[in-house]
């Protein structure tokens, strides 16, 4: 059976105000990016971090192909809960990141060709996958990959299913029948601008899936 109580990542966030605004919905992940590169980028803003988080809401720290060492210091000093890797990072370094007690969450970029069996050397290293679009940007790109390819995989590491979700999707991911989809990831489709996100839309959405 499909499972509609899906967690929900809502990732990119980047203001203070907008970031209060979106904890009334009490999401259980909110991602930080920390590439800079990214039009999300959050050149780390302490009064963000300050912020009061409901203790059930994880914060989880984006990074692209960074160096472990700049990543633990990252998350040590911001008290991030999870880390993201978003770029070509190896099992090794997934598995030096959750040796010094991080949750470890690895991106892939999938496409028509994709092969689930280049995922298996980070089955042991990983507590999540998420699986985003191919695009310009190692994410935040604003599109979908064909969902039917997620039939193929077959580990057991749950994932989180990223790229493009928007409210028009409701239905389709209620009636997804993947066992090890974890969660959802919500980003540039509901942004009023990047790193800004529309708090109404991100409710409909969330009472929408949930319902």
């Known amino acids: ?3 509609h109580n899906l967690k929900i990542k809502v990732c990119g966030m980047k203001y203070s105000e907008n970031i209060q605004e979106l904890m009334v919905l009490r999401p259980d992940y909110v991602g930080f990016i920390f590439y800079e590169k990214s039009p999300r980028y959050i050149n780390t803003q302490w009064a963000v971090f300050a912020s009061v988080f409901p203790k059930e ?3 989880v720290g984006v990074f692209v192909d960074e160096e472990p060492g700049g990543i633990l210091q990252k998350m040590t000093e911001l008290g991030l809960d999870m880390v993201q890797l978003h770029g070509h990072e190896s099992p090794q370094v997934c598995h030096e990141l959750r040796d010094a007690g991080l949750f470890v969450m690895k991106a892939f970029r999938v496409g028509a060709d994709f092969d689930f069996g280049q995922l298996e050397p980070y089955a ?5 996958f998420l699986f985003d679009a191919s695009g310009a ?3 935040g790109n604003g599109v979908r ?3 039917d390819l997620l039939q193929n995989y077959h580990l057991d590491v749950p994932f989180f299913l990223s790229g493009g979700i928007d409210l028009e999707h409701i239905e389709e991911i209620k009636a997804l029948d ?3 989809l974890h969660g959802l990831d919500l980003n540039s489709k509901f942004e009023i601008q990047p790193g800004l996100k ?4 991100l409710k409909e959405f969330i ?5």
């Open 207 to 211: 009472a929408g899936v949930k319902a």
């Open 137 to 139: 940007s190692p994410g």
């Open 124 to 128: 042991g290293t990983c507590d999540y």
């Open 198 to 201: 529309d708090i109404n839309r």
């Open 178 to 180: 993947l066992p090890k």
């Open 1 to 3: 059976m499909p499972d």
């Open 57 to 59: 809401t994880k914060k």
């Open 145 to 147: 990959f064909n969902w």
